[in-house]
């Protein structure tokens, strides 16, 4: 069984960065496409950010540029550093993970996701 647990989250200023943190408990984890998702209240789940098997990766429009999302596959970890945060980035950010395929930008992509954590950006 896939077990992926994020922290990182928490209050920050806007302007302000955090770095979220995915630890999967996975045997190969190389072999996982890893996203990060985030849904506010009374809105669907979106995408932010993909990185493929081979680190390839792919922004949503609304966080290029300010957000990375980066792996390392010896700690079985994906991360995604937030930078220049905005209140609209407030919302719970998922980890999900999906084997031997490169991850995607729906969350159809996906077959294992975290339970989340909170981030909240205040103004």
């Known amino acids: 069984q896939v077990q992926l647990v994020e922290s990182g989250g928490g209050l920050v200023q806007v302007g302000g960065s955090l770095r979220l943190s995915c630890a999967a408990s996975?045997?190969?984890?190389?072999?996982?496409?890893m996203g990060w998702f985030r849904q506010a209240p009374g809105k669907e789940r979106e995408f932010v950010a993909v990185i493929g098997r081979t680190s390839w990766t792919r922004y949503a429009d609304s966080v290029k540029g300010r957000f990375a999302i980066s792996r390392d596959n010896a700690k079985n970890t994906v991360y995604l550093q937030m930078n220049s945060l905005k209140p609209e980035d407030t919302a719970v950010y998922y980890c999900a993970a999906v084997i031997s395929r490169a991850g995607g930008v729906t969350t159809d992509d996906y077959d294992y996701w975290g339970q989340g954590t909170q981030v909240t950006v205040s103004s």
């Open positions: 996975v045997r190969t984890f190389s072999n996982y496409g």
